[in-house]
């Protein structure tokens, strides 16, 4: 299987993540992609490639034109406010609060922009955000040419980030715009599957209207996991979308036998609704020694999934979302792929 | 004129605010009220009385129970989950996302019941922000046993808090709970005059539907100050509370002319719509010297504010709110009331 990947990613390296109240050294670090890519070499995965540069069009397909304009220019306008910090927003468009004026200042607009606080806006982040999307833009591109599979080692991940707002790790969302792009070259229906621990509040804000992306997400109950506010079972889609979003919340120490039944009702859910393609959300932070999810499934499991996957058939578009046991994520996504390239 | 004042206050004594992408020590400190007792001995302003403790009664009456029960548990939970620093949200319901659900997690529910992360819930915060409730009531239970004027010091301010949500360094709003005391034992309507610094986004959220309590606000242009989504010109109240809101953003570099000519339109819609009395959210932060402000009022500016509300020939309730200039937070807070007792 081929990788597409970017070495730009390592723009992206924040010193901060606000954390249990304090700052602290980011989960999601650029040693992630070293180990993946360790492993990819260790086990003669296949290829490693670096994408086209695809400038900006493939990004507002699905994302706000202001919020694009925002994460190019957010970390100059901070730097020039005084602030001798990353860019964390401190307020935002709570309840009964306006959502329709855009603040002049970047403290406002930071908060306008932003869903959460965790992630800060560093010097580099929007390189390395574009970087992502190429990545994803170049995977789907090379299944569109033939390919059973690729994988898009995509950092920074994607799936928190909604039409216009960035949070989660994530800023553009990679797996909404690889399925817009398959769509605009000529597929007619394609489905996300979303693995990661968490729920992809992004992508399935992006499609939560449209039949042409089915989203389908695995991952920890919002009741009890971020992104709290988005997940839950009764999210079903609205308006031409209406039965084309499908999540699965799972409890805390949720393992194997549970979580592959709901991938099983997911993947058939999938093909019932006629995908022609597969994009998998590729988070291994359902592991069981993950430090910031409550799963626990086992670097075999891993093994498992891919097979699984490979078995509906599809094309697919593996892109890189979470996973923060670093020492463990090259072993874990790449026996995604193995178990993949199995069946 | 007597002050209600209650030693609790210093039980708020958070050590992080989140500014500038950095954790700092609050501006909003537990100091700020030593300055201002100081004062008021130094210009024998009156007696320093000790408010009666009223239970939850009058803080249900314009807060959402849930909200209260969440404040009064937060700081434990947070302890309890693990934490090492003080309450911070890290994510929040935000544009599409589910605003019924409450989640269980403790970061989850911080991030529902919050509006801003600047301010951290720390030990001590519930006590302190009943102590100042407290103080709210008292200082209008004076003014309703026929006082002309009373001073109430809260700490920590209130004016940001709305019905169900925390922020900007309020957790209950002081004024709102102040003015329904008034509604409460007679008065038909009262008029809430907002002159600190920031708009008081909580304040006119919990009044806007209604006509039986005015709210009025002089203020930084939200576009370019905290609370940056509320408190613009437009926002005139809903249903039967249209008409009775309306805000005075003002720009940068504001001074005295300008800014009065504000506050007698205010005054004067006060008196015109009827208010039998006035309970005035007193921030001093319009100060040329404030570090997190951009008015540019002098300290003798302040004796002519308190001489133009003391024309308005009303009952007034004075409750402290921001005012971040330390050193010359009582100069400025005592010269309003030392104005109001000129006229």
């Not at 406002?108 to 806006?121: D, K, M, P, V």
């Not at 449209?210 to 609205?238: C, K, N």
Request: hydrophobic share 45%; with cysteine.
């Amino acid at each position: 299987m081929i990788t597409v990947h970017s070495p730009d990613h390592v723009l992206r390296a924040a010193r901060t993540e606000l954390a249990g109240g304090r700052l602290v050294p980011p989960f999601e670090c650029p040693e992630r992609v070293a180990f993946v890519l360790d492993r990819i070499a260790a086990v003669g995965l296949g290829a490693v490639v670096t994408p086209e540069a695809q400038g900006l069009d493939p990004v507002l397909r699905v994302h706000d034109a202001g919020f694009v304009r925002f994460l190019e220019t957010a970390w100059d306008e901070w730097v020039a406010s005084g602030a001798a910090g990353e860019a964390i927003p401190i307020i935002w468009p709570a309840r009964r609060m306006s959502q329709d004026r855009i603040p002049r200042s970047i403290t406002g607009r930071l908060g306008h922009y932003a869903l959460a606080a965790e992630t800060s806006i560093s010097q580099g982040t929007w390189a390395a955000a574009r970087a992502a999307a190429d990545v994803a833009v170049g995977a789907a591109d090379r299944v569109l040419g033939g390919e059973r599979a690729v994988f898009g080692l995509c950092r920074p991940p994607g799936h928190h980030a909604a039409r216009d707002m960035f949070g989660g790790y994530c800023f553009l969302n990679n797996a909404a715009i690889a399925a817009q792009r398959l769509r605009d070259r000529g597929l007619s229906r394609v489905a996300i599957l979303d693995v990661d621990f968490h729920h992809g509040n992004g992508t399935q804000d992006i499609f939560y209207d449209r039949d042409d992306v089915v989203y389908l997400s695995l991952h920890g109950d919002p009741m009890d996991a971020f992104p709290y506010f988005l997940g839950h079972a009764d999210e079903i889609g609205v308006g031409a979308g209406e039965g084309f979003n499908a999540n699965f919340p799972l409890p805390r120490g949720t393992l194997w036998p549970r979580w592959s039944a709901a991938l099983a009702e997911a993947i058939g859910r999938a093909r019932r609704l006629g995908a022609e393609v597969l994009v998998i959300s590729l988070g291994v932070d359902t592991f069981e020694g993950d430090p910031i999810s409550f799963f626990k499934l086992t670097s075999d499991d891993f093994l498992r999934m891919g097979e699984a996957i490979g078995r509906a058939g599809l094309p697919t578009v593996f892109l890189m979302e979470g996973g923060y046991a670093v020492a463990e994520i090259g072993l874990n996504a790449v026996n995604v792929l193995m178990g993949f390239e199995s069946v």
